[in-house]
């Protein structure tokens, strides 16, 4: 069994950084791939970013990439995703989740082994 809790989130203006983290109970953090997505209000879900299990592969999505940054720490069970310049329409609930069979294309936290309850993340003008 495996916890994941989320942290970091908060309220920032627009051009803004936050780093988000989620920490991960157990001994086996580095046999999951780790994945972030969000919600926000009245929208899908979108599937952020994901890391390989020793964090040699990353992935971003088109709205991300150049300004969110996915890494890990194994040693301290915690995936991390630094959030730069960000803008209004990154406001929604971030999610990280753990999966063994790698990485997914799945929004549906479901779809995952485990995952967080997730932090907020409010971009204001």
């Known amino acids: 069994q495996v916890q994941l809790v989320e942290s970091g989130g908060g309220l920032v203006q627009a051009g803004g950084s936050l780093r988000l983290s989620c920490a991960a109970s157990?001994?086996?953090?580095?046999?999951?791939?780790m994945t972030w997505i969000r919600q926000a209000p009245g929208k899908e879900r979108e599937l952020v970013a994901w890391?390989?299990?020793?964090?040699?592969?990353?992935y971003y999505a088109d709205s991300v990439k150049g300004r969110f940054t996915i890494s890990r720490d194994n040693g301290k069970n915690t995936v991390f995703l630094q959030m730069n310049g960000l803008k209004i329409e990154d406001t929604a609930a971030y999610y990280c989740?753990?999966?063994?069979?790698?990485?997914?294309?799945?929004?549906?936290?479901?779809?995952?082994?485990?995952w967080g309850q997730g932090t907020q993340v409010t971009v204001s003008s």
């Open positions: 989740t753990a999966n063994q069979a790698g990485p997914k294309s799945s929004t549906n936290l479901y779809d995952y082994d485990y």
């Open positions: 157990g001994r086996t953090f580095g046999t999951y791939t």
């Open positions: 890391i390989s299990r020793a964090g040699f592969s990353r």
